[in-house]
């Protein structure tokens, strides 16, 4: 069982930046890909950022490609979103979660452990 805790969100300007922290617990987590996705109101949950169980290879969403950048320490059990250049567009809920094996994942159903989430908003 792994359970997970974001951090980071807030309130911030467009062209501003935030950076998300997830805390998880459990073995799981250093054995496992992870990512990011977002929610944002009235729209479906959707992929942000993954990474590899070592954090050696990542994939991005076109949407957020060149202004976000996904990291993992896992000997601090801890998953990191770096967002810069922030967009008004970006206001969401964040969810970070573990997925099923090691390799780096976009899909949701690939995914068996979700955090309760964090939200940002930026101001335009």
């Known amino acids: 069982q792994v359970q997970l805790v974001e951090s980071g969100g ?12 997830c805390v998880a617990s459990g073995r799981t987590f250093s054995e496992s890909a992870t990512g990011w996705f977002r929610q944002a109101p009235g729209k479906e949950r959707e992929f942000v950022a993954t990474i590899n169980w070592v954090g050696t290879q990542t994939y991005y969403a076109d ?3 060149g202004r976000f950048t996904i990291s993992r320490d896992n000997n601090k059990n801890t998953l990191s979103l770096q967002m810069n250049n922030l967009k008004p567009e970006d206001t969401a809920v964040y969810y970070c979660a573990v997925a099923r094996g090691t390799i780096q994942q976009k899909q949701p159903a690939m995914y068996n452990y979700w955090g309760q989430g964090t939200h940002v908003t930026v101001a335009s």
């Open 10 to 21: 807030g309130l911030a300007q467009a062209g501003g930046s935030l950076r998300l922290s």
């Open 63 to 65: 949407s957020v490609r």
